[in-house]
Nanobody
Framework: QLQLVESGGGLVQPGGRLRLSCVAS????????VGWFRQAPGKEREGVSC????????NITDSVKGRFTISRDNTKNTVTLHMSRLKPEDSGVYYC?????????????WGQGTQVTVSS
């Protein structure tokens, strides 16, 4: 079965940190760009960060620059979103997606999402 599985979400206080993992099964992630997206209640889904298949290129949205980083380990079929100095507005469901066209839509596979809640 071809799928992506996210993990690492949870409840964290403002200023805290979380590490989200996206693991692929049934296919080699090394051929795909992988992006992280998030969706807060009542808001549209937005792109957070994306890394190319080789890891040589990545982008990150302005609202999380300096706080989030993205990395990948193709030997483990894993892409990780490292989040620090979290703010309440970072709360939402975080999804990872893999696309053969790098960091451009359409994405071929989506995970089921992991909830991140930043609250005191």
């Amino acid at each position: 079965q071809l799928q992506l599985v996210e993990s690492g979400g949870g409840l964290v206080q403002p200023g805290g940190r979380l590490r989200l993992s996206c693991v692929a099964s049934g296919f080699s992630m090394s051929d795909y760009g992988v992006g992280w997206f998030r969706q807060a209640p009542g808001k549209e889904r937005e792109g957070v960060s994306c890394v190319s298949s080789s890891g040589g290129f990545y982008n990150i949205t302005d609202s999380v620059k300096g706080r989030f980083t993205i990395s990948r380990d193709n030997t483990k079929n894993t892409v990780t979103l490292h989040m620090s100095r979290l703010k309440p507005e970072d709360s939402g469901v975080y999804y990872c997606a893999a696309g053969q066209d790098g960091c451009r839509p359409p994405y071929d596979y989506w995970g089921q999402g992991t909830q991140v809640t930043v609250s005191s």
